[in-house]
């Protein structure tokens, strides 16, 4: 009888264990997706507090955020992460010869940082730290975000990749030379995101989970001049180009292959929409690309469509 009930006890504790791992790997796609709508929806009426240097309470809110999720993430990690036991720290550059997405791992480690740092110093001007302080905590805490995952993987098979970290600090990092250079806002980086044909029809408990989708997950580099303020006077603020980047396939098919694609890309903020809450709301939808009129590149033949 107590064996029994130490096997349920398990069986039960496991399961608890494997959901908690399933809501850590969606936690990327909050970053993405949910969390700028709540920080731009509240970001107006707590800066709009009057400010007289960095609040040590509310810095202290944002690093207990921060440990709460890092203690998240090392309490609920998937289970591929660190296998075997830990050994002797070592640096690489690429693990394994290089990406198995055709590099989509790589995008979503700099659209994540990109998001993580644009939401974080929203938080540093809460706690009334100077615009420009703000951007640069913000990359900061974006980049210490993703760092003691890297850390640890530094004493497993994968090793502490140094491509990745660059990647991460990439994207922590544009928000700073968007605002210090506001001309640099005329190049902003974009997702869009559907399920794949790989992760709909998936095994239970097989890849790709919703992380690593990377066949239904697009990078784009959104270009449009009237947002940085040098476009010509005739350049509509409210539609831009994009250039962007997928894979069709990573576990199905190996290996992966590149899908390039070049689109228009509607910029919400360029509307003449009058209402007060549009600016907010329309800068975190402009975080997305849309599908829209444009070309599709792959396997070397062209496609048209909504893209």
């Known amino acids: 009888m107590t064996e029994a009930v130490l096997h349920e006890s398990e069986t039960r504790f496991r399961a608890l264990i494997e959901r908690g791992r399933t809501v850590y790997r969606s936690s990327v796609w909050l970053i993405v997706a949910v969390v700028p709508v709540l920080a731009a929806m509240a970001a107006g009426p707590l800066r709009a507090q009057g400010c007289h240097g960095i609040r040590g309470g509310r810095a202290a809110a944002i690093a207990g955020v921060y440990v709460a999720g890092e203690a998240a993430a090392a309490a609920f990690h998937p289970s591929d992460w660190w296998q075997g036991p830990p050994g002797s720290f070592r640096l690489s550059w690429i693990y394994d010869g290089g990406s198995p997405a055709a590099g989509q791992d ?3 480690h700099i659209a994540a940082s990109y998001q993580a740092s644009q939401v ?9 730290a100077p615009p420009m302080t703000a951007a640069w905590l913000g990359a900061a805490t974006a980049f210490a975000v993703g760092l003691p995952k890297k850390i640890v993987d530094g004493v497993h098979a994968t090793g502490f990749e140094t491509a990745k970290n660059l990647a991460n600090a990439v994207g ?6 968007h605002r210090r250079w506001p001309a640099t806002r005329a190049v902003t980086l974009k997702v869009w995101y559907w399920p794949s ?3 709909r029809h998936r095994a239970p408990g097989a890849e790709p989970n919703l992380m690593s989708d990377y066949a239904g997950q697009r990078y784009y580099l959104s270009i449009n001049p009237a947002r940085g303020g040098v476009g010509p006077a005739w350049w509509p603020r ?3 180009v994009a250039v ?3 894979t069709p396939a990573w576990i199905t098919e190996f290996p992966a292959r590149h899908e390039w694609y070049a689109a228009l890309d509607l910029e ?6 009058r209402a007060s809450w549009w600016p907010r709301l329309a800068a975190v939808l402009d975080q997305v690309h849309f599908p829209a009129p444009g070309v599709r590149l792959a396997n070397g033949s062209l496609a048209a469509g909504l893209f």
Do not use: D, F, Q, T
């Open 172 to 177: 922590a990092l544009v928000p700073v030379a």
């Open 244 to 246: 962007g980047h997928s």
């Open 120 to 128: 974080a110093a929203l938080a540093w001007e809460w706690a009334c």
């Open 106 to 108: 790589y995008l979503l």
């Open 238 to 240: 409210w539609i831009g």
């Open 268 to 273: 919400l903020r360029g509307l003449p929409v």
């Open 197 to 199: 044909a790989e992760y």
